[in-house]
């Protein structure tokens, strides 16, 4: 899907592919991959890198124009519990356009306006932080939902909020590798901003971004550092219970072993004392539940 827009001053407006300057291709189909490759002289390669997942960031610089690999965030859907996954996107700079390739459906340009006249370098920019942002409003949601689950888990330890546990510590691997080469992208533009031709504001601009990128870096390094010691703790709490429950089952089974002890040895077809004796019932229910006090008295002063 194809879809191509303008700038307007301040703002950028969709418009005729005629008068276009900024293109965004969506999952393009092959007639408009090979418009883009024959036509538009875009690599190949670089052009399925950029729908690629797993492809990571990079920058290309070609003959006549500037190809950009970024890593973002699959949009997330609550629909799919902990769905946090890390896609790409291409943007491919020219001097007179730019092209944007994208493996789904995102807003790229709704709703944005700038407090100035900008230019295909502004947008360039703006494009180069948008995954940044997103980062930042996963890691966010990223939050509550960890919340939740710490929340869930001291209530009851099923399985099922384990395993969330893990994706979510899955997840932020790859949250931490796809933030990391981002910021190789960028500090490589910051080195190259000469072949961007960046003024002195749009440099400027290039540090914020890397800062910014960097404190999404540091975050997530924190929920995964939390993530991790949360995973440790939770195990450690595990265990104990599980030997806790061993402990109170093994002294259960001794109280009630050694009251059937007792009348198992008076109930032997054999002689044995108090036979006969009208009171013999009664005395085998006292050894019963003298045992059960004995075991009850050890476990109390032995603090079991």
């Known amino acids: 899907m194809k879809r191509a827009y ?33 036509t538009l002289k875009l690599d190949e390669h670089t052009l399925n890198s950029a729908l690629d997942p797993d492809e990571i960031s990079r920058l290309e610089f070609e003959p006549d124009h500037i190809a950009i690999i970024m890593k973002r965030p699959k949009n997330y859907s609550s629909k799919f519990l902990l769905s946090f996954k890390v896609t790409s996107m291409g943007l491919f700079i020219f001097s007179d356009r730019i092209i944007i390739i994208l493996p789904e ?63 979510l510590e899955k997840s932020l691997v790859y949250y931490l590798s796809a933030i990391n080469s981002n910021m190789l992208v960028i500090e490589k533009m910051k080195s190259n901003a000469s072949k961007f031709v960046f003024n002195t504001d749009e440099q400027e601009f290039l540090d914020d971004i890397k800062i910014e990128n960097s404190q999404c870096y540091k975050q997530a390094e924190i929920y995964s550092s939390i993530l991790s010691s949360m995973m440790e703790a939770r195990s450690s709490i595990v265990s104990n219970n599980i030997n806790t429950l061993m402990k109170t089952l093994n002294i259960i089974t001794i109280g009630i072993m050694l009251p059937s002890l007792v009348v198992g040895i008076f109930s032997m077809n054999v002689d044995f004392p108090l036979r006969g004796h009208p009171w013999a019932f009664w005395f085998i229910l006292l050894f019963a539940a003298l045992s059960v006090a004995t075991v009850i008295y050890f476990w109390k002063k032995l603090k079991w």
């Open 6 to 38: 303008k700038i307007l001053g301040n703002k950028v407006a969709e418009s005729d592919d005629s008068d276009s300057n900024i293109l965004v291709y969506i999952s393009p189909d092959p007639e408009e991959k090979k418009f883009l490759i024959d």
């Open 105 to 167: 459906d995102i807003p790229v340009f709704e709703g944005k306006s700038f407090d100035k006249s900008i230019t295909l370098k502004d947008i360039t920019l703006k494009l180069v932080q948008k995954p940044v942002v997103h980062f930042l409003e996963h890691l966010k949601t990223f939050s509550i939902i960890l919340d939740e689950l710490e929340s869930k888990i001291n209530r009851t330890m099923q399985n099922k909020y384990l395993l969330n546990l893990f994706t």
